[in-house]
């Protein structure tokens, strides 16, 4: 099981841009799904992008073309670039590790998780 940190977050005006981190420690990180999810308060933990083993991606529909999610097996590392920000992406951020294939659908199926990163967005 992989341990998760992650890292990145800031305060940016709309339209503005920020890159997260998420660092993990462990074996195997190469056979895992990576993925970051956030939490609006009062709402369930939802998926935002994933990259599964083979390095396929999925995005929520509103972080298609304006976020993108690669990883670094060669230093476990895991981004995410988020372009073109909106005060409704402003919540808290959560790197996490699941099974080998893995959409942002499979809020549940996370197996490892990591501190969240807070991300504000100001109009």
């Known amino acids: 099981q992989l341990q998760l940190a992650g890292s990145g977050g800031g305060s940016v005006q709309v339209g503005g841009s920020l890159k997260l981190s998420c660092e993990a420690s462990?074996?195997?990180?190469?056979?895992?799904?990576m993925g970051w999810f956030r939490q609006i308060p009062g709402k369930e933990r939802e998926g935002v992008a994933v990259?599964?083993?083979?390095?396929?991606?999925t995005y929520e529909d509103s972080a298609q073309g304006r976020f993108t999610i690669p990883r670094d097996n060669a230093n476990n590392s895991l981004f995410q670039q988020m372009n073109d920000l909106k005060p409704e992406d402003a919540t808290v951020y959560y790197c996490?590790?699941?099974?080998?294939?893995?959409?942002?659908?499979?809020?549940?199926?996370?197996?490892?998780w990591g501190q969240g990163t807070q991300v504000t967005v100001s109009s």
């Open positions: 462990g074996y195997l990180y190469r056979s895992y799904s």
């Open positions: 990259i599964d083993a083979d390095g396929h991606t």
């Open positions: 996490a590790a699941g099974p080998f294939y893995s959409s942002y659908e499979d809020v549940d199926s996370m197996i490892s």
